[in-house]
């Protein structure tokens, strides 16, 4: 077919520009390119640096054939030679030597003919547009010359091509991120944590002055004292506090999958990886990571931790380069992890790693002052997730009882207990009357005495119940702890009575 150099520009330009989809512009090319010179299959292909080969973006051929390899590795003489390509290249079976000989075997030209057009954008090669005739000889110099005057249309096209589909890449990441970070973030921050100005004072003092910096943060203390809500409050009162906050519990996945969720997977690195997936360090960076019971990874795991500590660098699993991530690890756990150095089930590098600024969360039963406060808490929040408009009240003595109880599950444990009492309530006050079966009658008796040696006054009660509470309280009256708070009665109230009972009142001291 005879065309005129205008015609084929136009023609080729319209459809190569017709779609930022590449596929569809290429084939609607290769349509229009079949009449105008020998043409069986198309190729369009980009250099990957990473890779060091080359990856097929598009290929489509006359008849139905097998698809061609996605990725085409080169040899290192043979991705220089690849690289210096200015001119339209013409290989078949005849005349083939050197680099050229090299290359026709890599593509598997096999009795074909190939004319490879480089395709470059502002003085760099961005891929090559190669299209294949069957047979030898196919190809002569005219042919090169007309699809020359298409370059710059083909590499403008490839390089939207490519523009446009790290744009999809992105959007994909930031929807993907959103999705999972819906699902992770936790709601509590900085100076909202109940007991901060109580009994965690010295803990919030720790983690607002480490929050500003970037070293690891090591939180010890037992199973539901409140260590993530820490981890939470030193991420929100940093730097990074815009960027994403990552939540991974060590011994909840399984350990044959511990290094795909932490570190990732390239596509094919196993069966059933039918995608690249990131993992949680690239999910978390320019933002930190929370490592929650970091006692419970698994040996080899630890390794490829230590390695990110040291390097800020990660590896996906079958991956062949590594990737920096700029991350924050505050790590967490219940465990002695110094006895399981000594027992060879942790590793002592990452112990000394990990150990740069330890905070110690105590229990609940050291820092007793917080539990109106946080029942009190925990009312509110269960009421508005079971859909409970009216939250009801705490009845009097209650909050002794709670106070005085071990609490063995620490805060987690007052947490489930609230739910259960808001889900068995039918109605008035919320008594916690079944948290001590054994010891429903504590409080009279320890302020009342035993009522077989006779009845006191209503005065004497009284009066042993409120020195009672104010041992308990050291003496503090008013505010979080206070005993006006444990008798849920106005402080001056209180003064009032004490006064009237002969109740001295200052600060005591406990032995």
């Known amino acids: 077919m005879t065309i005129s150099n205008d015609e084929f520009f136009r023609g080729v330009t319209r459809r190569i520009c017709s779609s930022l989809d590449i596929q569809v512009a290429m084939k609607r090319s290769f349509d229009y390119l079949q009449g105008c010179l020998p043409l069986d299959e198309i190729y369009l292909d980009i250099m990957d640096s990473q890779l060091g080969a080359i990856r097929r973006i598009v290929h489509l051929a006359k008849a139905e054939r097998e698809p061609a390899e996605e990725i085409v590795p080169l040899p290192e003489n043979i991705w220089d030679w690849g690289q210096s390509m200015t001119e339209p290249l013409i290989l078949d079976g005849r005349n083939l030597s050197g680099s050229s000989k090299t290359m026709a075997a890599i593509v598997k030209l096999e009795g074909n003919s190939d004319l490879a057009i480089p395709l470059w954008m502002e003085n760099k090669l961005i891929g090559t547009l190669i299209l294949r005739a069957y047979g030898e000889g196919r190809y002569h110099q005219e042919h090169a010359e007309l699809l020359s005057i298409v370059v710059e249309p083909f590499a403008l096209a490839l390089s939207n091509a490519l523009s446009y589909r790290e ?27 109940v007991g901060g100005n109580s009994g965690l004072r010295n803990v919030m003092e720790m983690a607002r002055q480490v929050a500003p910096l970037a070293n690891t943060v090591l939180l010890m203390g ?34 044959s999958l511990i290094d795909s969720e932490l570190f990732g997977h390239e596509k094919g690195a196993f069966t059933g ?31 490829r931790l230590l390695r990110v500590l040291q390097n800020r660098e990660i590896e ?17 756990t219940h465990r002695n992890l110094e006895s399981m150095v000594s027992e060879n089930r942790f590793r002592e590098d990452l112990w000394f790693r990990l150990n740069v600024f330890p ?20 009312v509110e929040l269960k009421c508005r997730e079971l859909g409970i408009a009216n939250p009801p009240g705490i009845a009097p003595g209650a909050l002794i009882r709670l106070t005085n109880y071990a609490w063995p599950g620490n805060v987690r444990e007052l947490e489930n207990l609230v739910e259960r009492e808001l889900i068995r309530h039918r109605g008035g006050q919320l008594r916690f009357d079944t948290l001590l079966p054994d010891e429903q009658n504590a409080v009279t008796e320890a302020g009342g005495g035993n009522l077989e040696e006779g009845p006191l006054g209503l005065d004497e009660v009284m009066a042993a119940h409120i020195n009672k509470v104010l041992d308990m309280t050291e003496g503090k009256i008013h505010g979080p702890g206070g005993a006006a708070e444990l008798l849920n009665i106005n402080p001056h109230t209180l003064r009032g009575r004490m006064n009237k009972l002969g109740i001295k009142y200052g600060r005591r001291k406990t032995s």
Do not use: Y
């Open 167 to 193: 744009v999809l890449r992105l959007r994909d990441n930031l929807i993907d991120d959103n999705r999972f970070l819906n699902r992770e973030l936790f709601s509590q921050v900085g100076d909202a944590i």
């Open 222 to 255: 037992e199973t539901g004292t409140g260590k993530e809500v820490i981890a939470n409050t030193i991420h929100f009162n940093s730097p990074r506090k815009e960027g994403p906050f990552i939540k991974v519990n060590c011994g909840a996945i399984p350990e």
């Open 273 to 303: 990886a039918t995608s690249i997936k990131r993992g949680r360090f690239e999910r978390a960076n320019g933002g930190t990571i929370f490592l929650d019971e970091i006692g419970e990874l698994p040996f080899q795991a630890q390794v």
């Open 316 to 332: 996906r699993v079958g991956g062949e380069r590594p990737i920096a991530v700029d991350i924050r690890i505050i790590a967490a």
């Open 359 to 378: 905070i110690i969360v105590p229990p609940l039963r050291q820092r007793k002052e917080d539990v109106p406060a946080l029942t009190r808490h925990f």
